[in-house]
């Protein structure tokens, strides 16, 4: 390895590293080639140049002479540094004079040896070899100071002869090295062929949920863009509507002011005229002389008899300015109202694209129900039906969803029977299937709209809502909202009618339920 003295020769004064394509001033010195001629730039402007080192004058630019010797010690120098950086491995213990990569390493000798030295080295039996190793003894016996050479299996240690023979190993069933280490990288190769299916198993689960996040994030993009819009046609009807009933209270205020103000003048016109009238009264009134009053015309000729239904007139004309062209309250209520119940639709999730696909599961139907071939219907018989009885076959009239749901937003249609005993709704897979606590909200793992005794309500652990008005549209939506903890229902009617929301926290798929004691309900496409 070449000296750090050496090294220090070979630096450039100016920039302190070895140099690079090495030129030399004629007082002797050497630099790069780029770091002088930087240097004599910024002289120039001086007139007069000097060596950085010992500041020996030029006159004029001086003449910059390569020197081939220093630069082929240069490239001896780069070559030796270069090679002895790539030497990263275990050396020959035996070339002192310069590093040489270690072909093999004497367990015996506990050295390591390059190819030439491994050529003149002992053949016998104790001098084992094995690959480059820093820590060879690490492969003697701590005991008794030989290569280990077997395997115990009863303690999972290695051993050397003498273990084996007169020490704690005695009797114990022995295993080479390789046969030991054999069997190990078996167990290693199992474990690593578990290990990398699983990885392809985590991989191919990666793809899946990137796949649904772009398909989420495609959809959530084409959601915004539509409530976008609806919102922006939203903003523009309501502001039409303000602009237009804006409009009509400032006409409808003007007319009738104008109507005001010309009765308002004609009634000052009448009062001072009455005023007048009055006051010549009075001056009758107040004469001393009979003569003169009885001269005087009588007094009711001072009132016009024209003007006695004056009062009525005006009252008529009041009458006339309120029997104007008010505005449609009624018209602007209901467009309002239409707004809201689509803002109302929007947040309860009402317009979630696509409705879920239910299908009813026959393994678990009650043998009083009859489900149709494509699976989307439930009629209640009193027939009983020849089904097995199994453990997930509900005893009442019930039957549940193939599907479960475990996160999301969902929905779907049920066209309803406006008659009979009937139950709808969704449960966790494990309620029970017998009793009466198996039926729909008569327990805490399912919750339901339903219809009995001409009534309608919701139920959940045998608390019960009761409706006061009717489900008069025939048909229901049942909306989900798993990671919200939301349960809903709406009567699909115009405009549609929120009737309950259930709020829980959701421990266990969800699955649709229905209960169909007589009449029939159906799974509709939207």
């Known amino acids: 390895m070449a000296s750090a003295d050496l090294r220090e020769e070979l630096d450039c004064s100016i920039c302190l590293s070895t140099y690079t394509d090495p030129v030399m001033l004629r007082c002797g010195h050497n630099f790069c080639r780029v770091c002088i001629g930087r240097v004599l730039d910024t002289q120039d402007g001086s007139g007069v140049y000097s060596c950085p080192d010992c500041r020996e004058e030029f006159q004029q630019w001086p003449a910059l002479m390569r020197d081939f ?135 191919e689960r990666v793809r899946s949920l990137e796949e649904r996040r772009r398909k989420a994030q495609e959809k959530a993009a084409g959601e915004a863009e539509r409530v976008t819009a609806l919102c922006t046609d939203i903003r523009r009807r309501v502001d039409d509507l303000e602009k237009k009933v804006l409009s009509e209270i400032s006409r409808q205020e003007k007319e009738e002011s104008l109507s005001l103000s010309a009765l308002i003048h004609q009634l000052e016109i009448k009062k001072d005229e009455l005023s007048r009238k009055m006051r010549h009264i009075e001056e009758l009134c107040n004469m001393t ?115 479960g749901f475990t996160s999301g937003r969902h929905y779907w249609d049920v066209e309803i029977s406006r008659s009979g005993w009937w139950m709808m709704g969704m449960c966790y897979p494990s309620t029970g299937r017998r009793g009466d606590h198996s039926l729909i909200g008569r327990n805490k793992k399912s919750w339901g709209l339903g219809r009995y005794n001409s009534q309608y309500a919701v139920i959940h652990d045998f608390k019960e809502i009761l409706f006061p008005d009717k489900i008069s549209s025939g048909r229901v939506r049942v909306y989900l909202d798993y990671e919200a903890g939301q349960l809903s229902f709406y009567e699909l009617c115009d405009p549609i009618r929120h009737l309950h929301t259930f709020t829980a926290t959701f421990s266990e798929p969800l699955h649709a339920i229905l209960f169909v004691y007589d009449g029939c309900l159906t799974i509709k496409k939207t």
């Open 69 to 203: 010797a220093l630069c082929k010690i240069v490239k001896n120098f780069r070559q030796t540094d270069q090679h002895q950086e790539e030497i990263t491995g275990i050396c020959c213990t035996y070339c002192v004079d310069s590093p040489v990569p270690a072909v093999r390493s004497c367990l015996h000798c506990e050295a390591s040896l390059c190819d030439k030295h491994l050529r003149v080295h002992s053949k016998s039996p104790e001098h084992v070899l094995s690959d480059p190793s820093t820590s060879l003894e690490k492969r003697k016996c701590s005991v008794h100071k030989k290569i280990l050479q077997y395997y115990c299996t009863e303690d999972a240690a290695c051993i050397c002869v003498s273990c084996s023979l007169i020490g704690k190993h005695n009797g114990h069933k022995m295993e080479s090295l390789d046969e030991a280490s054999g069997k190990k990288k078996k167990k290693w190769r199992n474990v690593l062929q578990e290990l990398i299916t699983k990885r392809e198993k985590t991989e």
């Open 289 to 403: 002389d009979p003569l003169t009053v009885l001269q005087e015309p009588d007094t009711s000729d001072l009132c016009d008899p024209e003007e006695e239904g004056g009062d009525e007139d005006t009252g008529g004309h009041d009458k006339q300015l309120h029997d104007g062209d008010d505005l449609d309250v009624a018209e602007i209520s209901h467009t309002l109202h239409k707004l809201c119940d689509v803002i109302s639709g929007i947040r309860s999730g009402i317009y979630v694209e696509g409705p879920a696909d239910i299908l009813w599961d026959v393994t678990t139907a009650s043998n009083n129900v009859l489900i149709s071939d494509d699976l989307k219907s439930a009629t209640g018989t009193r027939e009983k039906q020849k089904r097995p009885e199994t453990a997930e076959r509900f005893f009442f009239h019930q039957v549940m969803s193939r599907r």
